[in-house]
Every structure is written in structure tokens, then in C-alpha cells.
């Protein structure tokens, strides 16, 4: 049978399927979707099988599960994890890194040793661009040191789309109109581009954050943007990226977690301190 | 208005202690699960008393106080503390610490409130 | 100054990669004075199953919180109905810290504890009856509001009820409720029992 045989709407999730790919999704990824988020993950499942030509749900995520190349679990993975973000969300946390926590890491820093940041997950490259733009604006230490960022996220396509660098006016909708004018350059009616020396700058990789084989070289981090994020995760995951974002941090090393998130249902390996308005969380040194 | 916190991951003692303790005057009494949201409360607002069980998640009652006294702003909240049992061991590790009181569950609401009203100083 | 992108490693120390070790050199190093290598070690342990009985004999000696998180990582990844026997056993432990992070983990092993429950509620130690029941309360079990009920109706130690009596506000059943209030009686003259049995049948009637 051809895809285009395959009537979308035809195509349905049962109980018992949602539930397999609740179990099997929560495992590989760590993301455990709720029983409210029927919805959406249905609609997802739906659009995959037709787009792969299986008519049950079943045969669908069996093809996932067994397949070699695995190209479709990340396909899946993609469809699953598309996180809505814009540039400077949570503004006050940027403020506080230029307020206490940059200064602080760079007394920790030997000459000619970078400041290097990890943002994670990235999505599309939202966070990481808004923090180096805000350290530009804002850090006077950027004069004199060198930083560096990292963003990262299990999602491949939008890595792509981060390194492109391209983005909307509703990305753009918190961003003052002076520094849009400053770094971005409109392309099309609904494009801009952020300039390229600043595209260029970010280093984007792709890494599963509950996975230790791919995780182990993520080390020697100075700050760490882990946000809404470890909330989807179940306990056992949610262990596992804590264990990953403490070890890839240096001693002395801030994590920002999100604005509704708390490291007290999460860690009590983290100090906990206040930098302007942001709550604060810092390895042991 | 005098700030206390009680720290317990047992909603039915917090509910209780904040039974005894409003009866208070001029006191605003909030809660916190753990330890850890213990601390992350007390960064943000000034507390003139905390309540402190051992046995909780993530972060237990005695690290809690620990952390407190090492904390450059935390350091001097007086705090009770909370055990199971009354043995002598359990008091001096309390008061070792860093706890002002001790308290063994259940606990009396004639102690709570009194020890409550000593530490929070005159007037209470 | 300003954004740089890493182009080579220099300057950075070499660390020692995973397959350069071997099993043996990892539980070696499991002895190392420095934390920050017994917790790689552990971390890297993580694949071989028949180590996780060293592990759970570290996890009594070890006074680091990021290694013996990390050694509870491990052991919730692992989870056998033997590591969740040996974690039930540290409940005893003088250290509240690290009583604290075994119970953490234990609750979420609910099928490895499942058979263990109730031998463990029948311990001679009420403090120990306390944390058991404390953990059962968060387990996902389906037989927990049962096991719950039965040791507020059933255990000498008021402070164990109280205990129970919380954990059934949280998971108990409508069906409980007349049972739950009468659990007031069984020690009179405790204001605290009074107050905790009204408010788990408060808590478990006002659920949906």
C-alpha cells in the first residue's frame, strides 16, 4: 500500500499502543509523556505512520524499534520534541549571569582559559544566541575573557535550523528593537538572520542527555542552561542528566534550571545561592 | 510580622504545627517539603524561625541546619528540631546541629508553641 | 576575547577514557582518594551487573554526596530485588543524609520492593517501621493503600500510624474513609493521632 493510500484520519492510536510507546519513548529518551498529553502524541504517532506507510500503531513502533539505522526513531524523536522558545525568555536569569555568576566564574579562571557555557537543550538556538548577545551587551568582563557556548539538544532538525540562524519576528518578539537592528539582518517578509560571526561562534551538537555513553565528554563547563527540561523527565532519567549536569561542570560550576523548576524534587547535590533575582545552583568547589 | 517556617514532608505535621502556631500574633507561617526547599525559601525571604524534621527526601533535617550554618546570610536563624524519638543522642545531635530546641514527636502544642514564642524573642 | 569557538584540545589534561579501563581497574579505582575519580569509576561501572554488590557495600563507607549519588544512579539503573534488599538494610544506618537518599531511591523500585514490604514492615525498630512506610506510601503499587491501612490499623507505635494515617491521605480509597477516622480510637488521649485521622479521611474524601 502507498503512503498516499493511507487516509490520515483513518489512522488511530489505541490505548494499549499509546501505552507501549509511553513505556518505550520514557526509556530511550527519558521523556515521559502524561496520559493528559494524549493529544498531542497521537497526532505525532498518526503523521509518522502515514509518513512511513504503516496502518497500525502497533507495526509503526515496532519498525522504530527494530529498525538499524535508527533514522526514524530520530525522526520521532524530532515530532516528539519541538519545544517553544524565543529569544531572552527569562531575562531575569541573563541578568544574573552578567550580575555575580560571570564575574565569580572568571575569578576561577586562569589566564588565556575560556568561560565556556552550555545551553541545553538549545532548540533551535534561541537560548545560546540570547546569551551571547546579552553577554556582548552587558558583561563588561567580555572584553577580557574568552567564552565559549555550546548548545545542545536530542533533536536533530532543530540543530539545523540554529545553525541557519535564521528566525521570526515572534521569535524576536522580546528582543529590543535596537538589537535586532544590531545583529540581525532581515532576509525575507518573516525572516531575519542573525550575523554570522555570531552563528559561527556557537559550536551546536547533538547528544541525548539520559545517555552516559554520549554524555561522558561533556566536561569542564563553567555554567550549564538546563531548562524545562528535567520537568518531562521520570525519576530514574531525571537522576541520570543530574549525574551528566554535575559532572560536566567544573567545581564551583552555576547551573540555571527553569523559571517553575526547583532543584528540591530534582538534587540536593547543588549549592543554592541567589544572583540578583535568579535562584542560583553551584557544584561544591 | 514575624516569619516561620516549617520544614516537613508530612502535609498532616505541617498542617498541625500550623494549627498551634497561628494562633500566634503578628506571625506569617509558610512551608517547605525538604531541605532543599527549605533553603531555596529562606535565600529569598527573611525567616525569624524554622521548624526542622529529620527524616525527609532529598535533603534530611540535620543537613539542612548544616547547610544553614555554613550560609553567609542564614547562619543565625534559630531553628527546633524534630525527632521520632526522645533519647539522649538525639538532642545532642540536634543541638550539635545547630538546632536552639528539640522537639520528639508527637510533639506537645503547649512545647511547640513555647519554644516558638522563645525564640521568636519578646512580645511573642 | 569575547566568543570563541573551541577548535582543539590543548591545554586540557587528558582524562583517562572509558575503554582504557578495564573492569578491574574500575573497581580499583573505586578506592581512589580523590571523589571526583571514585565517581567516574562508578559511573562507569554502571554496565557490569555483578559489580553492583561492591557498589552497595561503598555506598555504607562512603561520606562524599556526589559519589554516593552517583552510586545510587547506578543502583536505581540496575534494580534487582537483591539491590533492593541491601538498600532496605542501610534504612538503619546512623547517617540521615544517607538514609534520606536511600529512600529516594527505594521508592522508585516499587516492583523490586514489592515482595520485601511486608517482612519490612514487621521490624522490631519503629523508626525503621516509619521509613518503610514512608517509602511504601510513594511506591506505585497497587497494593499500597491495603498494606497502609493494615498498619494504621494494626502497629503498636502511634508515631508508625501517624506515618501510615499520611501516606493514606495521599493514596487511600473512598472505601477507607470510615475505617481511617476510626483509627483515632486506638490510642485516646494522642491529640496528634485525633488530628492525623481526620485529616487523611479530610484529604482522601476531597479527591475527585
Known amino acids: 500500500m502507498t503512503t498516499s493510500a493511507l487516509a490520515e484520519e483513518a489512522l488511530a492510536v489505541t490505548n494499549d499502543e499509546f501505552t507501549w510507546f509511553q513505556d518505550y519513548f520514557g526509556r530511550k529518551t527519558g521523556i515521559y509523556f502524561e496520559d493528559n498529553k494524549r493529544y498531542f502524541v497521537d497526532r505525532r504517532l498518526t503523521t509518522r505512520m502515514q509518513a512511513t506507510g ?21 525522526k520521532l524523536v524530532n515530532a516528539m520534541t519541538v519545544n517553544e522558545t524565543y529569544f531572552f525568555r527569562e531575562e531575569y536569569q541573563l541578568s544574573a549571569l552578567v550580575d555575580g555568576v560571570m564575574d565569580d566564574v572568571r575569578k576561577r579562571k586562569a589566564r588565556g582559559q575560556s568561560i565556556r557555557i552550555w545551553s541545553m537543550p538549545c532548540s533551535t538556538g534561541e537560548e545560546p544566541y540570547s546569551i551571547a548577545i546579552y553577554l556582548m551587551e552587558h558583561w563588561p568582563g567580555m572584553a577580557e575573557a574568552d567564552v565559549e ?23 524576536l518578539r522580546n528582543t529590543p528593537p535596537n538589537i535586532v537592528a544590531k545583529y540581525f539582518k532581515r532576509v525575507s517578509d518573516t525572516g531575519y538572520a542573525l550575523h554570522k560571526d555570531i552563528t559561527e561562534a556557537i559550536t551546536f551538537t547533538q547528544v541525548n542527555l539520559t545517555n552516559p555513553d ?37 567545581p564551583g560550576g552555576y547551573i540555571f534550571l527553569g523559571h517553575s523548576e526547583s532543584m528540591s524534587r530534582i538534587s540536593s547535590l547543588f549549592t543554592i545561592s541567589r544572583a ?10 | 510580622m514575624r516569619r516561620i517556617l516549617l520544614v516537613d514532608d508530612s502535609y498532616t505535621v505541617r498542617l498541625y504545627a500550623r494549627s498551634i502556631l497561628s494562633a500566634l500574633p503578628d506571625v506569617e507561617i509558610e512551608e517547605a517539603q525538604n531541605g532543599v526547599e527549605a533553603l531555596e525559601r529562606a535565600i529569598y525571604q527573611h525567616f525569624d524561625v524554622l521548624l526542622v524534621d529529620v527524616n525527609m527526601p532529598k535533603m534530611d533535617g540535620y543537613t539542612l541546619l548544616r ?58 | 576575547m569575547g566568543l570563541v569557538k573551541r577548535t582543539s584540545k ?19 579505582q573505586l578506592g581512589d582518594a580523590q571523589a571526583v575519580e571514585r565517581r567516574w569509576a562508578v559511573r562507569d561501572l554502571a554496565e557490569y551487573a555483578d559489580t ?20 545510587l544512579t547506578t543502583l536505581l539503573k540496575q534494580r534487582s530485588p537483591e539491590i533492593a ?59 499500597v493503600s491495603d498494606w497502609l491501612l493494615n498498619v494504621a490499623q494494626q502497629d503498636a507505635h502511634p508515631n508508625v500510624v501517624a506515618a501510615a494515617l499520611e501516606g493514606l491521605g495521599e493514596c487511600g480509597t473512598v472505601e477507607m474513609i470510615a475505617n481511617v477516622r476510626a483509627v483515632a480510637t486506638r490510642f485516646p488521649g494522642n491529640p496528634y493521632l485525633a488530628f492525623s485521622a481526620d485529616a487523611a479521611a479530610g484529604r482522601i474524601g476531597q479527591r475527585p
Open chain 1, 54 to 74: 504503516h496502518k497500525s500503531c502497533l507495526l509503526y513502533l515496532r519498525f522504530v524499534q527494530f529498525q538499524p539505522s535508527q533514522s526514524e526513531f530520530q
Open chain 1, 149 to 171: 557556548i555550546v548548545g545542545s539538544d536530542i533533536n536533530s532538525t532543530v540543530l539545523d535550523a540554529a545553525r541557519e540562524g535564521i528566525f521570526t519576528d515572534y521569535a
Open chain 2, 67 to 124: 547547610e544553614l550554618r555554613k550560609h553567609p546570610q542564614l547562619w543565625a536563624i534559630p531553628a527546633i528540631m524534630v525527632t521520632t524519638e526522645n533519647k539522649e543522642a538525639d538532642r545532642h545531635r540536634a543541638y550539635a546541629a545547630g538546632a536552639s530546641f528539640h522537639l520528639s514527636k508527637p510533639f506537645d502544642s503547649e512545647c511547640l508553641r513555647c519554644s516558638v514564642v522563645l525564640l521568636l524573642g519578646e512580645g511573642g
Open chain 3, 85 to 143: 534488599r541491601r538498600l532496605s538494610g542501610i534504612l538503619s544506618s546512623e547517617d540521615a543524609a544517607l538514609r534520606s537518599a536511600v529512600m529516594d531511591v527505594l521508592a522508585d523500585m516499587p516492583e523490586q520492593l514489592d515482595s520485601l514490604v511486608e517482612p519490612l514492615l514487621r521490624q522490631e525498630d519503629p523508626d525503621l517501621r516509619i521509613m518503610v512506610v514512608t517509602v511504601v506510601a510513594r511506591l506505585a503499587l497497587p497494593t
Open chain 1, 214 to 250: 554520549e554524555t561522558r565528554s561533556y566536561r569542564g563547563f563553567d555554567i550549564v542552561f538546563c531548562r524545562n527540561l528535567l520537568i518531562y523527565f521520570d525519576s530514574t532519567s531525571r537522576r541520570e542528566a543530574v549525574e551528566c549536569l554535575y559532572g560536566a561542570l567544573n
Open chain 3, 10 to 28: 590543548s591545554g586540557e589534561k587528558r582524562e583517562l577514557r572509558f575503554r582504557d579501563r578495564s573492569k578491574e581497574d574500575l573497581l580499583a
Open chain 1, 276 to 285: 540578583a533575582d535568579a535562584l542560583v545552583y553551584q557544584k561544591p568547589i
Open chain 3, 52 to 71: 553492583m554488590p561492591m557498589l552497595c557495600d561503598c555506598l555504607e563507607t562512603e561520606k562524599d554526596e556526589a559519589v554516593r549519588a552517583a552510586i
